[in-house]
């Protein structure tokens, strides 16, 4: 009997082993899964984030001609601008915004406000009689924020 017991003990033994053994096979397999999981969404934030930079990268350099549309709008003369031909580049260029709207893109609004060098850049100072000082007269350049970031300062005219 007394072998019998022994037996049962050193089996007993070896199933505490066998179960510590699991127990520590188990919690290595979540700790790996949990960092599984994290990469993946680590990863997928990576991937969200450069596409969002790439996208700026397409918008800054399509800018310029976006510039050149509001020149081009300021420079219309009067007569024109009931012309047809007028009316369609207008079109033009409201679809140009529109598209960059839906690309998240936003207009910083500086005329008649106060300067602000985190989305406006100033590039002149004029004494202005009867004005507050740092209100935004003119603006040179129009500023954009992509998502909420500013990727273009305006350039500014400012009150001295």
């Given amino acids: 009997m007394?072998?019998?017991?022994?037996?049962?003990?050193?089996t007993e033994e070896q199933l505490e082993e066998c179960q510590k053994i699991k127990e520590e096979y188990l919690t290595n397999w979540k700790r790996e899964r949990a960092d599984f999981l994290n990469y993946k969404k680590e990863e997928k934030d990576r991937m969200i984030e450069l596409m969002r930079y790439d996208k700026e990268g397409l918008i800054l350099k399509i800018l310029p001609v976006l510039d050149n549309l509001f020149i081009a709008e300021k420079k219309i003369p009067e007569d024109l601008r009931n012309d047809k031909w007028v009316e369609g580049f207008l079109k033009i260029k409201t679809q140009v915004l529109d598209f960059f709207k839906n690309q998240g893109l936003e207009e910083i609004e500086s005329l008649g406000k106060k300067f602000n060098p985190n989305f406006?850049?100033?590039?002149?100072?004029?004494?202005?009689?009867?004005c507050e000082p740092e209100i935004v007269v003119e603006e040179i350049q129009k500023g954009y924020l992509f998502q909420g970031k500013v990727i273009r300062p305006a350039k500014v005219k400012i009150t001295k």
Avoid at 2 to 10: A, F, G, V
Avoid at 120 to 130: D, H, L, P, R
């Fill in 120 to 130: 406006q850049e100033a590039v002149e100072v004029i004494k202005k009689q009867g």
């Fill in 2 to 10: 007394e072998k019998k017991e022994r037996r049962k003990s050193k």
